[in-house]
Structure formats: C-alpha cells, structure tokens
C-alpha cells in the first residue's frame, strides 16, 4: 500500500474512535440524566402521597358542618295536566 494510503486509513480509524468515545460519553450522560429524573419522579411521587394523606387527615379531622339556608323552601310543583282516572279515559 501507498504510504499516503495508510495514513489516511490511520487518521480515519482515529476519527471513528474518537466518535466511539464521545458516543459513549453521551449515553453515560443520558443515563444519568436519566438516573436522576427517575429519582427525582419517585421522589415527588413520595411527596405527593404524604401531601394527600396530610390532606385526608385533615379532612377526617375537621368537623362536617352543615349550612343553614335563609331561603323559603320551594313550593311544590303543580301539574296543569287533569287526570281523569282511568273510569274517564
């Protein structure tokens, strides 16, 4: 082979183990990006769950109280329809 040939060669092979390693940089960091966000998720989730039983507690822990309403009470619906009964149909 040609010396120009070969160093061509070697300058390519080089480059694609540069490539290689900056690949798998990047996929270390995306793992742990990742790691990180998952954790972060399970973490939130926990707060949340301890955020909706502090609720519940509260709840069950309040006293249920009932309004008193200052309207009159409505009247009963009348039918306009005459029935007759079923001697009359």
């Known amino acids: 082979m040609t ?12 480059a694609a ?7 798998l940089r990047e996929e270390d ?7 990180r966000a998952a954790a972060n998720s399970t973490a939130a989730g926990a707060t949340a769950l301890e ?11 309040a006293k249920p109280t009932t309004a ?3 309207a009159p009470p409505r009247p009963e619906p ?12």
């Open 29 to 35: 960091a995306l793992a742990e990006v990742r790691r």
């Open 3 to 14: 010396p120009g040939l070969d160093g061509a060669r070697a300058r390519l092979a080089a």
């Open 51 to 61: 955020a909706a039983k502090a609720i519940d507690r509260s709840e069950k822990a």
């Open 68 to 70: 008193k309403s200052t």
């Open 78 to 89: 009348k039918s306009y329809v005459l029935d007759l009964g079923p001697d009359e149909d």
């Open 17 to 23: 183990a540069a490539v290689r390693e900056v690949r």
